[in-house]
DNA sequence: CAGGAAAACTGTACAGTGTAAAGTACCGGC
DNA sequence: GCCGGTACTTTACACTGTACAGTTTTCCTG
């Protein structure tokens, strides 16, 4: 009975900067996309809001922290073997990583210092390209071509007004009803007779492009300065 | 002196709609990319904040209004002419709308019905794919392709910590020695040999990605299904 | 072991946010 | 002239990030 001063006042030890981040990021994927408060946060902690601005300069930098923990979760490609496999294989991973954490996407597009983890991970996709012939410029190239789509796509992919495939007709459908009549021809005509279709998954989509864009690079891989 | 019962009282007349959403664009662009709050922007309106629900549900129909204000600002392709000259126009265009208002793309990925200028937009893209030998797929690949490139690819010029290309040296030369010593040989020999050389200015790989996609989707036209 | 500084967390407070609810002045139409 | 709806104001509330000032607990030093 000598050091048990109540309960309250003394929750040392409890908080780190990793735990917090976790925290913070499942929290956000169960809300479906919103970041929590400063004290919702604090509370599945056991602490203090305040508590938390001992870790992190202010909420910014744990936002940081938490896109950092996402890129943390993709795949790095490795040098070793065929670069389109690879780059197909960092797609795929990336892609699911942000769709896994929907609240991730907006969050980058207001953060400027990338963290340990985005830093291994730009610096895997460069060196596997340089890896297997691609220049420097034509690395820089690449890159930005590819993250461009990924991030875009997965941006499109989320902006979307329901959730499986099978929702999509009641949403779209009287939507589109009216889309014909006000005078978008072409926009109905392309949802009545492809994304409208039975079967049809936007996901599909993604590797469409993505093969475009991958065999693109091949075909400049070797002219590019 | 009959009707002047003091100024306060009575400011009938003042807002709509379309007031309410261009003084809030021109703000937004003002504070370098932040939304205003419904208070602020009420003041510069001669109003009280809550005058504005009498002409928006809620704060997300006043965003709504803010992105179909954008996409009213970009040129629309033609369907009589070349398509990738159309393309190469409309993507510049949206670009440089994107740009302008850089709080725009952030909005995006939360708004699900699009507006009016949003859906004639759309509608002129996929038209002009269409009456140049695209089929209903083709178009379909090709849109989500050229968007997604370009939605991504603001996002990673906006996300960039600097405003000028001069300003980089200053910013990147510190941290990039560090990731050269602390293991990302890659990052930094393409910061070094690339992206920091004089004369570099990465708005121009959004003209090498952009014709990389053209010419593949050019060489897909007539073989997707 | 004493003590003093640093670290980790609490308490209180404030300015700012979106918006619900109710009130008030003005307008056009019978 | 009245009356109902429209356009705005007033007040209020719950919630946000975080500044500032405690209060402990821990650990290092003499």
Redesign the interface.
Known sequence: MTTEPADPPSARGTLSREKVVRTAVAMADESGGKVPSTRKLAERLGVQAMALYHHFRNKDALLDGMVDFVFSEIELPSQGEDWKAEMRRRAASMREALVRHPWA??L??????AGLAT??H???V??CL?AQGFT??G???A???L???????V??E????FESPGDLEEVAAPILEQ?AIE?????A??AM???LKPGYD?AD?FW??LD??L???ER?RDSWA
Do not use: K, T
Not at 108 to 113: P, Q, T
Not at 147 to 153: E, V, W
């Open positions: 996407i907006a980058m597009d207001s953060r400027a210092d830093l291994r730009h610096n895997a460069i060196g340089r420097v410029a690395a820089a190239h890159f930005s071509l993250d461009a789509y990924i991030y875009g796509f941006m499109q989320l902006a979307l007004p889309a005078g978008f021809p072409h926009l005509e392309l007779e492809h994304a936007y989509e469409i492009g475009l864009i065999d693109g690079l400049h």
